[in-house]
């Protein structure tokens, strides 16, 4: 689905990305790994629109979408989380979800003033949405919460949620485990598996968790100084003396 070939993205003299390539396959659960400083989330930020690459080329379904814009990748069903979630504090999680699908009828003066009844459709059909998805996720007991009051972790799965009222190919993960207790993490890898295995999403997601990592994913890219270094198994990865390396000694295997 996603081929990233030979990328590249300077800040001045920092190379923060250095000739990047890989592939993510259609109705996979890859990994992004690597110690910090790696590029991990540059990348990410170039594939998802918020950098141009300063070289290199991106492909989507096989169109090339380098330099693309976020809400250009957003209507060709690439999204993209992040490590801190971005809600809508002063909204209700229903009402956040509700702010997702573009071109509501609402957003329209003259439907507003001349068809009423067309808006009050199609607010009833996002509700109807925001609800099934509220159901899905099972946080029904936090839908009229005001979403600056979740707990971190539910805040990632309010982010999922949104990803899940527009008709997404790919979501790419930014740390959905960070602050994240392991009784949400499992919801939260549950949702995935689901989406994953029933709905065909497609996910990228950069993670430091290897337990959840090799719950999840398959296969495992690991970065190291802007590149990839390898490529594998969780397993193959926890046990690949390069990749231990890279991470200098810091207990990747045992994690």
Known sequence: MIVVNDVHKHFGGIKAVNGASLTIETGSITALVGPNGAGKTTLFNVIAGLYAPTSGTILLDGEDITGLQPHELFSKGLLRTFQIAHEFSTLSV??????????QPGESLLDTWLRPSKVKAGEAEVRRKADEVIEFLEIGHVADELAGNLSGGQKKLLELG????????????????AGVNRTLLNKIGDAIIRLNQERGYTFCMIEHDMEFISRLCNPVIVMAEGSVLAQGTAEEIKNNDEVIEAYLGTGLKNK
Do not use: Q
Not at 162 to 177: C, P, S
């Open 94 to 103: 229903r009402e956040n979800l509700m702010m997702v699908p573009p071109n």
């Open 162 to 177: 949104r990803t899940m009222m527009v008709d997404a190919k790919i979501v790419f993960l930014d740390e959905v485990g």
